[in-house]
């Protein structure tokens, strides 16, 4: 009787998804700010992959941290991903001598909004924050650091596919080179490297992966401890769990007071 | 052993001489005495096991409250305090983001193992006479359970947690003559700000916890105790921290990593996924009706989905007691309930158009018809030969 009764339950549960598609059937694709169609690119899994997070750390102190803090982030926290105190001191802090101090920035808000016409935002969980339908974070920012293209509308002379209008101007334009849009009457938005920079686009979609995966630890640096533990505190659960199952300790019981 | 117990039993006879502790313990809670089903099933354990979790959230929730700091004033970095303190236990407190993720992966457990327990009553007619005030005590804790959350989630202070709660309290002043003066009260400002975030803090540290303790000691009627469902729960739930913290948005969604900023609201509002079936209730309903606004109606009708639970004592006249004594025509009813309040609650979860819109209110119409229509259809049922057997 109670088989009955789970087999209605599960029937019941095929009616869901059911549901679901005839509400999603009328999502549309997902158009970026102006009217652009942007399928984020796949960043690569780097995040066990030390050589690549110190890389990106590097990158990030030298080329992010002058107007983006990363204020919840404190500099020793980078011997997590295998830097000696020294290193730190001596190759990453530029903006302060206390190796307990967040990451912050030395430039003034006033400064920055009369420079910019706003205050860059802090990128501590920024990979988080930026998940979205269009998928995790660190693709969007992934795509997003090599879509910079040079359009001299824009204050800064650059503008972006994914993020159209930004503010900010191609910091890794050095390494990139210049891109334009490939034909900017078309509605098509692809890119054309017009001038080459110092890397090939291999090698730097590679860099951009690296200073992603640095981004991506920064967001939640416990992740990697997070996971490690997990699997010991499951496996204590599974035995525990068989345990209990081989010595069925009594069935039901109710714990009724006389 | 056998010492021990009869040391503890001549120490409850010392406090019995003293003071009226067992006689307290039977009178006012009514764990000690109370019959309880003896067909008990699976679908049982979600009471207790809800009880686990909401011990649970007061434990992690001590700890939270040592290091997290209600204060919407920006630091010397631009971030208010007390997003920057949620960020401060994620990274510099020792385990504080066990701590934090037990938190919020215990906030999605316990609504769901309200729900579940919820659906056995409906399943099994747990309400029905004389259980009638047991079921209404329940409803007024999901009702302070839905507040308590509601409050909870301003807590982070990110971009959700202002504009959910900026919607939902927006909500309530529509209500006529008390709702602008509620509101105002309730925000403690004209906008949602720092002495709304104090007070919301104050009720989700203290009011609401004792209030929903006290409710709580009324409320249950007996315990059930299975190491190997707790284990399995236990299991699930720690694959989820560890694992899946964010549970695809669901959980912890993302644009509430951002910080709330009162000068962008964001392209898509929507609360956690426990109040989205209401929440598109809300945006359901869209026709002015007997001269008042479409909008009074919405918030009506949120109301009333979360609290129509409370009549199904007296709507369900269904003379099986337990499922499987029910009739067909009840089971399909609550089928069909279930599917559409599935889909209720994943509408709320997405922006809205036009087709979604139908859909959401051909499910609100089917949301209150299974209600409402209770008496009716439930009558209908010829229960099975055997109806009324797990009382004898």
């Known amino acids: 009787m109670n088989k009955l009764f789970l087999k209605l339950m599960l029937l019941q549960l095929l009616f869901v998804p059911l549901a679901a598609i005839a509400a999603g059937a009328a999502a549309p694709g997902v158009a970026g700010a102006a009217g ?129 209008n930004v503010a900010m101007h191609h910091v890794l334009w050095e390494f990139q080179g210049e891109q334009v849009l490939e034909d900017p009457l078309s509605k098509t938005y692809k890119l054309r490297l017009a001038i080459p920079g110092k890397l090939t686009p291999a090698e730097y979609d590679n860099l951009v992966a690296d200073l992603v995966a640095y981004l991506k630890y920064m967001s939640e640096p416990s992740a990697g401890l997070r996971k490690e533990l997990g699997v010991y505190v499951l496996i204590a659960l599974f035995v525990l769990l068989a345990f209990a199952i081989v010595l069925k300790p009594g069935s039901v019981k109710l714990a009724r007071r006389p | 052993m056998a010492t021990v117990n009869t040391r503890l039993g001549g120490l409850i006879a010392w406090i019995d001489e003293r003071t009226p502790l067992t006689t307290t313990w039977k009178s006012a809670t009514r764990l000690a005495g109370y019959y309880a089903p003896k067909n008990v099933t699976f679908w049982y354990f979600f009471g207790t096991l809800a009880i686990v979790v909401l011990i649970s959230q007061l434990v992690t929730g001590i700890f939270l409250t040592m290091h997290y700091k209600p204060d919407a004033s920006l630091n010397e970095s631009g971030v208010p305090l007390a997003f920057a303190s949620v960020e401060y236990i994620m990274r510099d407190v020792p385990w504080g983001w066990l701590i934090r993720y037990l938190h919020s992966t215990g906030a999605s457990a316990l609504l769901i193992l309200v729900y579940l327990h919820m659906f056995r009553s409906v399943l099994y007619s747990s309400y029905i006479k004389p259980r009638e005030l047991t079921w209404l005590l329940g409803m007024t804790i999901f009702i302070g359970l839905a507040a308590q959350t509601f409050v909870g989630y301003l807590m982070p202070w990110g971009q959700l947690s202002f504009w ?62 299975d190491i190997r469902i707790f284990l399995g729960f236990l299991t699930v739930c720690v694959a989820i921290v560890f694992y899946l913290p964010e549970m695809g948005g669901y959980f912890l969604e993302y644009n509430n990593f951002t910080q709330a900023n009162p000068l962008q609201t964001p392209q898509h509002i929507a609360p956690l996924w426990y109040f989205t079936s209401y929440y598109s209730i809300l945006r359901a309903i869209t026709y002015p009706l007997f001269g008042i606004d479409a909008k009074l109606w919405g918030v009506l009708g949120m109301l009333a989905a979360m609290v129509i639970f409370a009549l199904l004592p007296w709507l369900d006249k269904s003379r099986g007691m337990s499922f499987r004594q029910k009739g067909p025509i009840f089971k399909v009813a609550l089928a069909i309930f279930v599917v559409s309040f599935v889909t209720l609650s994943y509408l709320g979860t997405v922006p809205t158009d036009p087709l979604r ?36």
């Open chain 1, 36 to 164: 652009t169609l942007i399928n984020l690119d796949h960043a690569p899994d780097k995040s066990h992959d030390q050589a690549a997070l110190q890389n990106g750390a590097r990158l990030f102190t030298k080329y992010c941290l002058t107007c983006h803090s990363a204020s919840f982030m404190r500099y020793n926290r980078l011997r997590d991903i295998g830097f000696t105190e020294q290193q730190i001191k001596e190759e990453l802090m530029f903006a302060t001598d206390k190796i307990g101090d967040p990451m912050k920035v030395a430039m003034r808000k006033a400064d920055a909004q009369r420079w910019f016409g706003l205050v860059p935002p802090d990128h501590s969980v920024t990979v988080r924050a930026r998940t979205s339908a269009l998928g995790p974070g660190e693709d969007w920012i992934y795509t997003y650091l090599r879509s910079f293209y040079r359009d001299p509308t824009r204050p800064s002379g650059w503008n972006n596919l994914v993020f159209q």
């Open chain 2, 164 to 225: 959910a709660a900026q919607v939902i309290v927006n909500a309530f002043s529509q209500i006529p003559f008390f709702g602008p003066d509620f509101t105002l009260w309730l925000r403690g400002d004209y906008v949602i700000g720092d002495a709304t975030l104090n007070r919301f803090f104050s009720f989700h540290v203290i009011a609401f916890p004792a209030l929903l303790l006290w409710l709580l000691f009324q409320h249950i009627p007996h315990t059930v105790k």
């Open chain 2, 357 to 392: 819109l139908l859909l959401a209110q051909i499910c609100t119409a089917i949301y209150f018809a299974f209600f409402l229509l209770m008496p009716i259809y439930s009558r209908m049922d010829n229960p099975r030969g055997d109806a009324g057997r797990s009382t004898r």
